[in-house]
């Protein structure tokens, strides 16, 4: 998979903005004569800073700065790389690129550096997206499993699991020319039993992506109720600060309003909606499609109930419009005002929505909030960060899951069916190195990297 023809490219790898230092990346074929150039002349030696100027075509100094040389293949591309780190504003970062492009570099792509990468070896696909995992990670612990992914903790699971699946096909296929010995052959190598630890071995790992995705992906709450029942005091209560206007006057959440926190290093989405009514206000008839909206992506609604008033016809209305799939917490809110306690029922004839829980709290006193967060978290079955976890995508999960019915599937098959066997025990095999890349298709790539930042 080596790139042996790609042009030399350049991209600023640090953030747009002002900032202390300035990274310019450069990747190709013997950038040795590139680095003289841009140098006035310099020869850096390998892995070793040179400082220096940095000069345009008329050998003037654009800016001064350390310039690093990796030559190929020990470095991240697997290519000569070139870093001139520079001073960090946004002026001079792009006059020296625009030195690097005269030079004969071309503009990166998003992703291009980590895909040469990928396409020479240096990491495989797995690897490759948690780099961008890592620089999106939205909480410690979601950065910690991505620096698992990156030094290969998901893929070495995932060679395992692959190996131990050609070895079984070798069996399995070595029978298939002697079709008349081949029931007592696989009985005596126990083929049975290595298929069903085979299953139990890719549950476990699907056990874990599934946990990694819940913290790559978060979750996204959605907050619904009549109007003036506490749904932005309740925003206000887990965000831990008032980013929505409260006020005893119908309507005056106009729009959704966005917050996100973390609750056991799980990035959670809330999202306040306008209160979903018929109103003759253009404006707020804007906001409540997009509560709608809101709601049919939500994965789970919290439905504020005032206990005062109970299910009226405004309330009915709203628990009529919701997805009939979506996992919902009925809120008894503003207990400070009714005299209760904070409980959490699991049982629906508790409550008056029918959902699956329903908790009785105060926004206003913060009376409750924690058994709503573990309820939140109960909702998406996350059991807590571990060692073993790993940070996943949904084509990962979906691999998993292709990967499972085969084997489910070849465990049909096994007593006498052993052409199919073999067949299924193949898919299987090609479902799980779509996910570290040995069998990929070129959109897939494409798709994938195009995901990531400029200089990455």
Known sequence: MSSQASPTIAAIATAPGRGGVGVIRISGLNLLPFARQISGGKTPAVRTALYCDFYDAEQRAIDSGLLLYFAAPASFTGEDVIELQGHGGPVVMNMLLQRCLELGAQLAEPGEFTKRAFLNNKLDLAQAESVADL???????????????????????????????????????????????????????????????????????????????????????????????????????????????????????????????????????????????????????????????????????????????????????????????????????????????????????????????????????????????????????????????????SRHLRALETARDELEMAAQCANNQIELLAEHLRLAQLACSEITGEFSADDLLGVIFSRFCIGK
């Open 135 to 393: 620089i999106d990670a939205s909480s410690q612990s979601a950065a910690r499993m991505a620096v698992r992914s990156l030094k290969g903790a998901f893929s070495r699971r995932i060679h395992e699991l692959v190996e131990d699946l050609i070895t079984l096909r070798m069996l399995v296929e070595a029978t298939l020319d002697f079709p008349e010995e081949d029931i007592d052959f696989l009985e005596a190598a126990d083929a049975k039993g290595k298929l069903v630890a085979l299953r139990q071995q890719l549950q476990q790992i699907f056990d874990s992506a599934s946990q990694g995705a819940i913290l790559r992906e978060g979750m996204n709450v959605v907050l619904v109720g009549a109007p003036n029942v506490g749904k932005s005091s309740l925003l206000n209560a887990l965000a831990g600060s008032d980013v929505a206007i409260v006020t005893d006057i119908a309507g005056t959440t106009r729009d959704t309003v966005r917050e996100h926190i973390t609750l056991d290093g799980v990035p959670v989405h809330i999202i306040d909606t306008a209160g979903l009514r018929d109103t003759d206000d253009i404006v707020e008839k804007i906001g409540i499609e997009r509560s709608q909206q809101a709601v049919r992506e939500a994965d789970v609604a919290l439905i504020l109930i005032d206990p005062r008033e109970g299910i009226n016809a405004k309330t009915r209305s709203i628990l009529e419009s919701l997805p009939g799939d979506l996992k919902k917490i009925e809120i008894r809110n503003k207990i400070d005002l009714t005299g209760e306690d904070a409980q959490m029922f699991s049982d629906r004839h508790q409550g008056l929505s029918g959902a699956e829980q329903v908790i009785t709290l105060s926004a206003k006193t913060g009376q409750g909030l924690d058994l709503l967060k573990q309820a939140l978290l109960r909702q998406i079955g996350w059991q807590g960060e571990s060692e073993s976890l790993f940070l996943a995508r």
